[in-house]
């Protein structure tokens, strides 16, 4: 994915987010989305260790660096989404936005790195999350990822429990 490619996904995180106003993206955050893109074409081509201070750099860069990583989770590598994955996981809370974002790549990717950030960050945007969580729980090798992080919603996900009994009776989620 490119620099380009990013930054139009990227983009389209911001106004779903509600970061865009009706005159633009603001220029502070339109500057943090190129950078923070740009470090991400870097990190897709560079080797484990060579790579980790530019991890590093992103998991700084904190909420200014979550579109950019959102756009990256769009990607059709496997190793490049649970990479995005990881990182907005090692974000944690300030990374929430993302949220439907993972579960939808951990549907797309059928990958627990997704889930595993989903449980770092914590719950966020139940409304999208949950009924992706609730199908993820019939995914052979995700259903238990999924389920921990529906428990993490509690009441909210009351409408997973019967897909959750399915999965423990089935799965053994």
Do not use: N, Q
Not at 31 to 57: C, F, G, M, N, Q
Not at 92 to 101: L, S
Not at 109 to 122: D, F, K, N, T, V
């Amino acid at each position: 994915m490119t620099v380009a490619r990013l930054l139009r996904v990227a983009a389209l995180v911001l106004v779903a987010g509600g970061c865009v106003g009706p005159r633009g993206p603001d220029p502070a955050e339109a500057t943090a989305l190129h950078k923070y893109s740009a470090i991400l074409d870097e990190v897709r081509v560079l080797s484990w260790p060579e790579r980790e201070p530019l991890r590093a750099e992103l998991v700084a860069g904190g909420a200014e660096a979550v579109p950019a990583l959102v756009a990256a989770l769009e990607s059709p590598d496997p190793a490049f989404v649970d990479l995005a994955a990881e990182t907005l996981g090692e974000i944690g809370a300030p990374a929430g936005r993302a949220v439907p974002f993972l579960a939808e790549a951990a549907l797309r990717m059928g990958s627990a790195a997704p889930l595993r950030a989903i449980e770092r960050i914590g719950p966020r945007e139940g409304g999208r999350t949950i009924p992706i969580l609730i199908r993820l729980l019939g995914f052979e090798g995700l259903g238990g990822d999924a389920a921990s992080c529906l428990a993490r919603y509690g009441r909210e996900a009351a409408a997973a429990d019967r897909a959750l009994i399915r999965c423990l009776e089935e799965k053994g989620c």
